[in-house]
């Protein structure tokens, strides 16, 4: 036994030195870097091929000069260059330190300096494509960026805004921030700024511009971003590689540079190879790879004893025990012997079948209810209009991720499996929830009663149209979700109501000044203006009423309920249809002819512009039957001059030529004739005019109708994500109802 114990010792002491040697060998064959090498540059970390001084890295490319000051921390620089190092990454990563481009203006619209660039030359790594984003700050910006990838190229983007309201945090969609890609392979580059009218507009809040190319996760755009950028310089990202591919630096094994234990690859984005530590090894592979001693680890791998191995393990079992001693996986680890009869053999057999036996019943039932699950809601995607939807979308090069497709289970865990208490609102098609997603946003949840063929197609055809509409105020469909029931629509929560509320709300009525009420006819006249003439394909709203009108906190109008809504092909002035609309807003000659027009709108806007001005309700049966309608209620007072007696009170004691003029207009929109009917466009331009008369008298001079047009100008729209409340909100479930009186047909 004596004999057989030294050589098992002796066999142990050779295998020790054998892999001294090894590891002896492989840096040694790595150079010789790690002792006499500055390994860090102040808090920078500097690993190997990279190096500081002569020897010290793998070939010029990856030299670091470290600039060391008694003033500051030592800061690592990429050689013979100004560019400041952050970081290095063995997984291919170099960040840097970029600069910002400037250019400000005073409040005369002069440029307070000469603008300065933001730009970059790099010798031998390009900066990292997907990492990195061209991004420019500022309301009145446009951004250039030139260089080179082995051939010239430039791009850029326009970021402008009229006010900090239009801006959100977060947000860089070219509303006083805007981003845009880099090609591969970029070296250098040089960008710019320049303003459009000199920062006069905007001056107030944002006198500069800002250009840089940035790491795209390390810059969150800020709205105070906007009175100025704090930092002079930003993170940006390059991807580094050993040029040459695996097999061509192979064939030279001096100059190769992935050492003992680690494999070559080649980098898909920067021509070159980069090296990694082969399975079972720990460390640099350009210096030389490691064993990981398995057996050492704070979680033992094996079920029994643990053996290192040179690039792995193996696991044993102690005395008494046999199987393989591996812990997991399909073998049997460490099993006792047995010691017990055949009866305690069997019984434990019997108890672990029964236990399997009752898993596998478990699973297959599982199994089964999840299946009958899945076929249900395929079952509600195709009764709830998927098809139709998703054809729709493709027929006009839409997407499914122009909205975002919420599951049963998101919408359910957000309105608490549609608890009564969410409610805010109920309608005689349905109910609408108030819903608070993971990420803390609050949302209105439309969620009909009953389900038939008319609805599912007023529900595909307002899908189809909110997809088409990118305005401010406008009610922003957000998704929906066709997996239950019937079809739900999440939409931003808007919390103050509607204007058919507020008008005829004795409590609220008198809350609504002229000067607000005017102002919410304007908005939706812009959102009409907008829809017929500024989207890619005309829309045409056919349900404009007091109800389909949603105000927020700030009274800011929102226009919503888009199911009754047609696209006009841009060849057609007007469709022929099935009537459709409110009795009371109705244009009566769509009704006689059913030809729907934009002019069609027009009438209706004039009636909600008249229960603006006068506080009553579009039809009421309390007055005399020539005059249930309030079109023809209003007109005949006009007639018989007595516009002040029907008027709300508190208008009647405003200007009266702002009051006459807007009577005036809402007239020209009730001409029976829809070509004698102002178009929107001109209707939401006459409206800000008049709006205009109460900060500017003298727009009621002699003036030009170009030079009118011109100094009342014409708003810019932009996309605002209105801030939304827990105040509860009936808004939505009146612009649910196809009809809040009678309707003419249920018809398209």
């Known amino acids: 036994m004596?004999?057989?114990?030294?050589?098992?010792?002796?066999?142990?002491?050779?295998?020790?030195?054998?892999?001294?040697?090894?590891?002896?060998?492989?840096?040694?064959?790595?150079?010789?870097v790690s002792s006499n090498c500055q390994e860090t540059?102040?808090?920078?970390?500097?690993?190997?091929?990279?190096?500081?001084?002569?020897g010290c890295y793998l070939n010029k490319?990856?030299?670091?000069?470290?600039?060391?000051?008694?003033?500051?921390?030592?800061?690592?620089?990429?050689?013979?260059?100004?560019?400041?190092?952050?970081?290095?990454?063995?997984?291919?990563?170099?960040?840097?330190?970029?600069?910002?481009?400037?250019?400000?203006?005073?409040?005369?619209?002069?440029?307070?300096?000469?603008?300065?660039?933001?730009?970059?030359?790099?010798?031998?790594?390009?900066?990292?494509?997907?990492?990195?984003?061209?991004?420019?700050?500022?309301?009145?910006?446009?951004?250039?960026?030139?260089?080179?990838?082995?051939?010239?190229?430039?791009s850029g983007c326009l970021s402008v805004c009229t006010g900090m309201d239009d801006v959100t945090d977060g947000a860089c969609d070219g509303i006083g921030c805007c981003q845009t890609t880099i090609p591969e392979m970029l070296l250098n580059y040089n960008a710019s700024v320049v303003s459009l009218k000199n920062h006069t507009k905007v001056w107030s809040f944002n006198p500069c511009s800002y250009v840089f190319l940035a790491e795209d996760k390390s810059f969150n755009f800020r709205r105070?971003?906007?009175?100025?950028?704090?930092?002079?310089?930003?993170?940006?990202?390059?991807?580094?590689?050993?040029?040459?591919?695996?097999?061509?630096?192979?064939?030279?094994?001096?100059?190769?540079?992935?050492?003992?234990?680690?494999?070559?690859?080649?980098?898909?984005?920067?021509?070159?190879?980069?090296?990694?530590?082969?399975?079972?090894?720990?460390?640099?592979?350009?210096?030389?790879?490691?064993?990981?001693?398995?057996?050492?680890?704070?979680?033992?791998?094996?079920?029994?004893?643990?053996?290192?191995t040179e690039g792995s393990y193996?696991?044993?079992?102690?005395?008494?025990?046999?199987?393989?001693?591996?812990?997991?996986g399909d073998g049997p680890g460490c099993i006792a012997n047995p010691k017990s009869s055949h009866l305690v053999i069997i019984l434990v057999g019997i108890g672990v079948g029964i236990i399997v036996l009752s898993f596998s019943a478990g699973f297959l039932y599982l199994g089964l209810k999840k299946r009958k699950l899945i076929r249900l809601k395929e079952q509600y995607f195709k009764q709830n209009g998927g098809l139709l939807l998703q054809q729709q979308l493709h027929e006009r090069d839409r997407t499914t991720n122009a909205t975002k497709i919420f599951s049963a289970e998101e919408l359910e865990k957000a309105t608490e499996h549609f608890d009564e208490s969410k409610i805010v609102g109920r309608g005689g098609?349905?109910?609408?929830?108030?819903?608070?997603?993971?990420?803390?946003?609050?949302?209105?949840?439309?969620?009909?009663?009953?389900?038939?063929?008319?609805?599912?197609?007023?529900?595909?055809?307002?899908?189809?149209?909110?997809?088409?509409?990118?305005?401010?105020?406008?009610?922003?469909?957000?998704?929906?979700?066709?997996?239950?029931?019937?079809?739900?629509?999440?939409?931003?929560?808007?919390?103050?109501?509607?204007?058919?509320?507020?008008?005829?709300?004795?409590?609220?009525?008198?809350?609504?000044?002229?000067?607000?009420?005017?102002?919410?006819?304007?908005?939706?006249?812009?959102?009409?203006?907008?829809?017929?003439?500024?989207?890619?394909?005309?829309?045409?709203h056919r349900d404009i009423k007091s109800m389909n009108i949603l105000l927020d906190a700030n009274y800011t109008a929102r226009v919503s309920d888009f199911g009754a809504s047609r696209l006009v092909p841009l060849d057609q002035s007007e469709l022929s249809t099935m009537v459709q609309?409110?009795?009371?807003?109705?244009?009566?000659?769509?009704?006689?002819?059913?030809?729907?027009?934009?002019?069609?709108?027009?009438?209706?806007?004039?009636?909600?512009?008249?229960?603006?001005?006068?506080?009553?309700?579009?039809?009421?049966?309390?007055?005399?039957?020539?005059?249930?309608?309030?079109?023809?209620?209003?007109?005949?007072?006009?007639?018989?001059?007595?516009?002040?007696?029907?008027?709300?009170?508190?208008?009647?004691?405003?200007d009266n030529e702002q009051v006459k003029r807007a009577a005036d207009l809402a007239k020209r929109c009730l001409k029976l004739k829809g070509e004698e009917r102002p178009t929107m466009k001109e209707v939401a331009i006459e409206l800000d005019g008049i709006r205009t008369m109460a900060n500017h008298p003298w727009v009621n001079l002699d003036l030009n109708p170009e030079e009118t047009v011109h100094l009342l100008g014409k708003m810019t729209d932009s996309i605002v994500s209105a801030s939304s409340s827990n105040t509860t909100n009936t808004g939505y479930a009146d612009s649910m109802k196809n009809h809040a009186m009678p309707s003419v047909s249920s018809g398209r």
């Open 2 to 32: 004596g004999s057989k114990w030294n050589l098992l010792e002796i066999t142990r002491m050779m295998l020790v030195v054998g892999q001294l040697l090894l590891i002896s060998s492989s840096l040694s064959s790595s150079q010789a």
């Open 41 to 54: 540059c102040g808090v920078v970390a500097v690993p190997y091929p990279f190096g500081i001084g002569d």
């Open 61 to 154: 490319n990856f030299s670091i000069h470290c600039n060391v000051t008694a003033a500051s921390t030592p800061k690592p620089y990429l050689r013979n260059s100004n560019i400041e190092v952050l970081n290095i990454s063995l997984d291919g990563e170099l960040r840097i330190y970029t600069h910002i481009g400037v250019d400000c203006y005073n409040e005369s619209g002069i440029q307070q300096q000469s603008g300065t660039w933001a730009s970059a030359t790099l010798s031998a790594f390009p900066f990292s494509k997907t990492k990195n984003k061209l991004t420019a700050i500022g309301c009145d910006t446009v951004a250039v960026i030139a260089g080179s990838k082995g051939q010239g190229f430039a």
């Open 224 to 308: 105070e971003n906007l009175h100025g950028m704090k930092k002079k310089v930003v993170p940006s990202v390059l991807d580094w590689a050993v040029w040459e591919t695996c097999v061509e630096a192979q064939k030279d094994p001096t100059s190769f540079a992935c050492k003992a234990h680690s494999e070559c690859f080649d980098f898909a984005n920067v021509p070159g190879y980069r090296c990694n530590c082969s399975s079972g090894y720990k460390g640099n592979p350009y210096l030389g790879c490691v064993d990981i001693d398995e057996c050492n680890d704070l979680e033992n791998p094996c079920d029994g004893i643990c053996h290192n």
């Open 314 to 328: 193996t696991c044993s079992c102690p005395k008494d025990y046999h199987g393989d001693g591996k812990k997991g």
């Open 429 to 540: 098609y349905g109910t609408v929830y108030k819903g608070i997603l993971p990420n803390s946003t609050i949302v209105a949840i439309k969620k009909s009663k009953l389900v038939d063929e008319s609805q599912i197609e007023q529900f595909i055809n307002e899908v189809i149209v909110l997809s088409q509409i990118n305005h401010r105020n406008v009610v922003k469909l957000l998704g929906c979700c066709l997996e239950t029931e019937v079809p739900l629509l999440v939409y931003e929560f808007v919390n103050n109501g509607t204007l058919f509320d507020h008008i005829h709300n004795p409590n609220k009525s008198s809350k609504m000044s002229w000067e607000t009420r005017l102002r919410i006819a304007s908005e939706t006249a812009e959102v009409l203006s907008y829809l017929h003439s500024s989207t890619s394909i005309p829309i045409i």
């Open 581 to 654: 609309g409110t009795l009371g807003y109705l244009d009566p000659e769509y009704l006689r002819t059913s030809q729907l027009t934009e002019k069609s709108d027009v009438y209706s806007f004039g009636v909600v512009l008249i229960e603006l001005l006068t506080g009553k309700k579009a039809l009421s049966f309390d007055r005399r039957e020539e005059e249930r309608s309030l079109a023809m209620y209003f007109l005949l007072a006009l007639k018989e001059n007595r516009l002040f007696q029907i008027v709300e009170e508190l208008i009647a004691r405003e």
